[in-house]
């Protein structure tokens, strides 16, 4: 599945974490995906950008959460 690999870097955090964003609109592939697949399906979400409309045109939307429920999926490299 087409994918986005990504590093976050912040104050604080002692180390780089690694994650994927996946496209809302691949959902084909994104069925197919190992890497993906091998995520919590109640976690996977956190690793899908969202298609939205806005008032500047299509985009899509991938937020990042540290912490809490929503918290976004990282793996190791």
């Given at each position: 599945?087409?994918?986005?690999?990504?590093?976050?870097?912040?104050?604080g955090?002692?180390?780089?974490?690694?994650?994927?964003?996946?496209?809302?609109?691949?959902?084909?592939?994104?069925?197919?995906?190992p890497v993906?697949?091998?995520?919590?399906e109640?976690?996977?979400?956190?690793?899908?950008a969202?298609?939205?409309e806005t008032?500047?045109?299509t985009?899509y939307?991938?937020?990042?959460?540290?912490?809490?429920?929503?918290?976004?999926?990282?793996?190791d490299?």
């Amino acid at each position: 599945a087409p994918h986005l690999n990504v590093m976050v870097f912040m104050r604080g955090l002692l180390s780089h974490l690694y994650t994927r964003i996946y496209f809302s609109d691949e959902e084909s592939l994104n069925a197919s995906d190992p890497v993906l697949g091998s995520v919590d399906e109640t976690r996977r979400q956190t690793l899908i950008a969202k298609l939205e409309e806005t008032p500047a045109g299509t985009v899509y939307r991938f937020d990042i959460h540290m912490q809490g429920a929503s918290e976004t999926v990282f793996f190791d490299v």
